[in-house]
């Protein structure tokens, strides 16, 4: 067996690539509008307090827009940083020849990642003194300050100090001398959350909790320490959670969480999900559709068979609960989600054939489906819907 594995590797090795030849647009993919996130990023910039500054948080390859495409146009827009999750992330983004500071949101604790962080200009976000301390160790290795972010925990537990030791601690890290605080930042943990107007709601407690904690810092201005708070849920609350700095991402790709409470933004969704018709059938009533058969048609029924399944990250529980837009009609697919298709109930349709595109996620005359739909019907948020989609679908810049 190992010989034949390794026979077919060298036939493939030999093989000209054909991938250049192979039409993006052949069978499903993601069209992202640049111009979209570029408009969402002023928009929501018009709704700051004066000077705050808009951090893009492009992590997870922009939310699964493709990070390049998101962090050029959100600087168009007017952010001045972007977040990232990871050191890599960060890295391929200075080699696309971006500038702007960069903040990794995610824990770096080797003293290989940070002095890596330092080489390529990237802010580590800091949770305890070991590993402030191995920063300025860095920066004094190099003669140069390391500059990075303090990140204070207010109550989701998850990265940073301990707010109650925090004063002592940010003495100390003052005196050290190689390093330079850019930034305090904590995060919201309930932001989304529908009692968010609540005085006495989890999001308001940990604002108060972190106002209160900067007033005992006495942060002189003339330090420029950025602190910031608020996620797009945060920023959309209102001034308050505004600081020197807000972290946005969701809003940014078009989504408002907090549709249900704060109305209408007028955002533009950057992100439009399709798939091709590869194949037409007609059924009799009664018959059972795609693994466990278990939707059974109630009619003669005419189904288009679309090259998209869970392989390219379509939840296999939306199986059944949503529908796509063809031609400003909503069709509903039907039967089990399978790993690379799906089945759709085009009985109502005179116009679709074998090669027409289907929109699953984006609006198209008036019709509109978008990820918080969808992560309705299958219990999960937009965020795990957009960031679930898979390479296997090309990304395609249409402005
Ligand atoms: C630390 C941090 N800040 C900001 C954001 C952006 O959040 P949102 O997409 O809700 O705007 C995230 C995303 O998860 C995050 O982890």
């Known amino acids: 067996m190992p010989f034949l594995l390794n026979k077919r590797k060298n036939n493939f090795d030999n093989r000209p690539s054909i991938e250049g030849e192979i039409d993006p647009t052949q069978r499903a993919w993601i069209e992202v509008s640049g ?35 998101v962090s050029e146009n959100a600087i168009k827009g007017g952010a001045s940083q972007l977040g990232v ?30 002095l890596i962080c330092f080489r390529n200009d990237l802010m580590p976000t800091i949770s305890n003194m070991r590993e402030c301390l191995i920063c300025n160790n860095i920066g004094k290795g190099n003669n140069l300050k390391f ?5 204070v925990d207010t109550g989701m537990s998850r990265l940073g100090f301990e707010c109650n030791q925090f004063i002592q601690q940010f003495k100390n890290i003052k005196s050290l001398e190689n390093i ?15 009692n968010v107007m609540n005085p006495k709601s989890k999001t308001q407690l940990q604002k108060e909790k ?20 608020a996620n797009s849920a945060g920023m959309i609350l209102g001034k308050d959670f505004h600081f020197d700095m807000v972290r946005v991402g969701l809003s940014m790709y078009g989504y408002n969480p907090l549709v249900k409470i704060n109305g209408n933004l007028f955002l533009k969704p950057a992100l439009f999900l399709k798939a091709k018709v590869t194949f037409v059938r007609t059924i009799e009533k009664g018959t059972g559709v795609s693994y466990g058969n278990k939707f059974v048609s109630d009619r003669k029924t005419n189904l288009a068979v679309l090259s998209i399944g869970y392989a390219d990250g379509i939840i296999r529980n939306l199986s059944g609960k949503i529908s796509l ?20 109930d085009i009985t109502d349709s005179d116009d679709i054939k074998v090669g027409s595109t289907m929109l699953l996620l984006g609006s198209e005359g008036g019709k509109s489906i978008s990820p918080i739909d969808w992560a309705d019907k299958c219990n999960s ?3 795990e819907i957009l960031c679930s989609f898979k390479n296997r679908l090309p990304r395609v810049q249409v402005d």
């Open 35 to 69: 111009k979209a996130i570029e408009a969402n990023v002023r928009k929501l910039k018009s709704k700051l307090k004066k000077n705050c500054e808009f951090m893009a948080v492009v992590k997870a390859d922009g939310y699964g827009h493709d990070a390049k495409v």
């Open 85 to 114: 999750a990871t050191l890599k992330e960060g890295i391929k983004l200075r080699s696309f020849g971006i500038n702007i500071p960069i903040l990794v949101l995610g824990n770096l604790y080797t003293k290989k990642d940070l």
């Open 147 to 151: 500059s990075l972010h303090l990140k």
């Open 180 to 194: 330079t605080v850019k930034g305090i930042y904590s995060h919201l943990a309930c932001a989304d959350e529908h």
């Open 210 to 229: 972190f106002q209160e904690l900067l007033k005992l810092l006495k942060i002189d201005k003339k330090e420029n320490i950025k602190i910031h708070l």
């Open 325 to 344: 837009i063809y031609n400003k009609k909503l069709y509903p697919q039907v039967g089990s989600i399978t790993m690379d298709q799906m089945m759709v």
């Open 381 to 383: 948020i937009p965020w």
